[in-house]
């Protein structure tokens, strides 16, 4: 079967990269609901998607009731941590939108070891999405970032949960990062409906460069490719400035 190609926008303003997402947020959950009956959705952490929640938290209408939020990779802290991504993502977006409890689906790092958080989120993804042995969850939406090094998620160059094939999430132990991590897995990103990169900033266009005008397959975010979904690449123009095919 042949992939849909990626789509690549590039704004003038990070308000409206914001605005095309409320957008897309609206259409991609409404359409899940009228199928489905529920939309899920895994939101990454970092210091992009910040005000992206905000925005979110002050639209009205989007249907939270029947919005399901799970995190596509997390810090191993407690959640009460300041580099938690559960507590970022809180703070931003959810204690604005009070959720019902029951469709908040964090990593617990309340677990004794980093490969017991992993297994107990994977669990919980399991009894979500009613899973049989061997089966992936189909999210409607991932909002994925993107650090200079080329990693998403917490999917870094070199780690062995790039090549994880058989898991959901999976344990990440980095030597250069202060937090091991928690991290869906490709097989899962890969299996969503709709996938959004949201890149800002002229930090990340050299990276941009690498991953779209030179196609570097070494980098992690190139393996996000999705299988049947659609693969969106949404940038401002600082991101976008040094790449030749989408001025
Ligand atoms: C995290 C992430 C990670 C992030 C990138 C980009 O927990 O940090 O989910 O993959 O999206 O590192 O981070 P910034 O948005 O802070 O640049």
Known sequence: MKRNKAEYLVFHSVESMWKFMGKKWKEISLAAIRENG???VALSGGKTPIGLYQYLASLKGLPWIKTHIFLVDER??????????????RETFLNRISPASENIHPVSTDEPSLQESARRYEEELRAFFELQPGGLPHFDMILLGLGEDGH??????GTKALKERNHL?????????LHDRITLTLPVINNA???FFLVKGASKAEV???LIDEK???????MVRPEKGRLFFLMDKEAGSKLKEVQ
């Open 193 to 195: 409906g709709n996938v």
């Open 76 to 89: 191993f802290v407690p959640a009460t941590d300041t580099d938690s991504n559960y507590r970022m993502i």
């Open 152 to 157: 998403t998620a917490s999917l870094f160059p």
């Open 216 to 222: 570097d397959r070494t980098l992690p975010a190139s």
């Open 169 to 177: 999430a999976a344990p990440v132990m980095l030597e250069t990062a």
């Open 208 to 210: 941009l460069k690498k």
């Open 38 to 40: 529920f939309f899920s």
